[in-house]
Antibody, heavy 115, light 110 residues
Framework: EVQLVESGGGLVKPGGSLRLSCAAS????????MSWVRQAPGKGLEWVGR??????????DYAAPVKGRFTISRDDSKNTLYLQMNSLKTEDTAVYYC??????WGQGTLVTVSS | QTVVTQEPSFSVSPGGTVTLTCGLS?????????PSWYQQTPGQAPRTLIY???TRSSGVPDRFSGSILGNKAALIITGAQAEDESDYYC??????????FGGGTKLTVL
């Protein structure tokens, strides 16, 4: 059974940092392109960024609102995806979902940026 | 900046057919945008229905199909059921590694 389990969410002050993790199981993580998608309270889905598999270069792409502040990385030895979030803003408040390849979604972790 | 457009809301009768669309504020959607479709019910994580225009994700009923209609991507639900009442989102690959979601369509089955 495929599982994606996010962790690391919580309350952080504006300007602060947070690192989210996504533990994957049930599929070949190292071959998968992985993404982060977020959803602000009461709003629609917003693509945050993706990381390609190492065999496809392991490169990353980011949405304009987070570029330069967020970093996506992966540890294939641990089947884990990461999202390092720096210089957080109140508008980054959202549920953050981990998405694997085309089909797999985690249940999400809530990040609240507030003073 | 190009925006991905979806109908804000739509309604369909049980057993009916509905076509939800995904367009661009400027230009036409083609298969080169690799349109994908997602279903989300309140309080739940999204679920992938369709990717690469018309490939159904594993376990998705065949009443869901995807295509290009005119200058938009389309999600067609044939024989809508009560459990299809959800929010539906499309996403397009805009090039240069960037993907963008549409604003979503709230589908009511009544």
């Amino acid at each position: 059974e495929v599982q994606l389990v996010e962790s690391g969410g919580g309350l952080v002050k504006p300007g602060g940092s947070l690192r989210l993790s996504c533990a994957a199981s049930g599929f070949t993580f190292s071959n998968a392109w992985m993404s982060w998608v977020r959803q602000a309270p009461g709003k629609g889905l917003e693509w945050v960024g993706r990381i390609r598999s190492k065999t496809d270069g392991g490169t990353t792409d980011y949405a304009a609102p987070v570029k330069g502040r967020f970093t996506i990385s992966r540890d294939d030895s641990k089947n884990t995806l990461y999202l390092q979030m720096n210089s957080l803003k109140t508008e980054d408040t959202a549920v953050y979902y981990c998405k694997g390849s085309t089909d797999y979604w985690g249940q999400g972790t809530l990040v609240t940026v507030s003073s | 900046q190009t925006v991905v457009t979806q109908e804000p809301s739509f309604s369909v009768s049980p057993g009916g057919t509905v076509t939800l669309t995904c367009g661009l504020s400027s230009g036409s959607v083609s298969t080169s945008y690799y349109p994908s479709w997602y279903q989300q019910t309140p309080g739940q994580a999204p679920r992938t229905l369709i990717y690469s225009t018309n490939t159904r994700s594993s376990g998705v009923p065949d009443r869901f199909s995807g295509s290009i209609l005119g200058n938009k991507a389309a999600l067609i639900i044939t024989g809508a059921q009560a459990e299809d009442e959800s929010d539906y989102y499309c996403a397009l690959y805009m090039g240069s590694g960037i993907s963008v979601f549409g604003g979503g369509t709230k589908l009511t089955v009544l």
